[in-house]
């Protein structure tokens, strides 16, 4: 079955880094788009980021652009968000998710699979 598994969260600083990674199984990686939502306590889905299948494209909300890459190793079946000038505003919840079509976005009802997320809180 599809398993989509987070880790690299944790507490940072302002203006820290972090590394997200996804572990994906189940499916053939290399043949799907891959995106990054978040979500905060009491807010709404927010879409970060997108990548295409072959990793030749990436995609950013105009919130982290700049600040946030985009990656993945089709050989290892694995998804990356390097996350720089962490900012208060990122604290959330971080999901690797597959998108049903590209481009996804900031509903769960654009993605057939996502990962039980990685906690992201940056103090001020």
């Known amino acids: 079955q599809v398993q989509l598994v987070e880790s690299g969260g944790g507490l940072v600083q302002l203006g820290g880094s972090l590394r997200l990674s996804c572990a994906a199984s189940?499916?053939?990686?290399?043949?799907?788009?891959m995106t990054w939502v978040r979500q905060a306590p009491g807010k709404a889905l927010e879409w970060v980021s997108e990548?295409?299948?072959?990793?030749?494209?990436?995609y950013y909300a105009d919130s982290v652009k700049g600040r946030f890459t985009i990656s993945r190793d089709n050989a290892k079946n694995t998804l990356y968000l390097q996350m720089n000038s962490l900012k208060p505003e990122d604290t959330a919840l971080y999901y690797c998710?597959?998108?049903?079509?590209?481009?996804?976005?900031?509903?769960?009802?654009?993605?057939?699979?996502w990962g039980q997320g990685t906690q992201v809180t940056v103090s001020s």
């Open positions: 990548i295409t299948n072959g990793g030749q494209s990436t």
């Open positions: 189940g499916f053939t990686f290399r043949a799907y788009y």
């Open positions: 998710a597959r998108p049903k079509k590209v481009p996804g976005g900031s509903s769960w009802s654009l993605y057939d699979y």
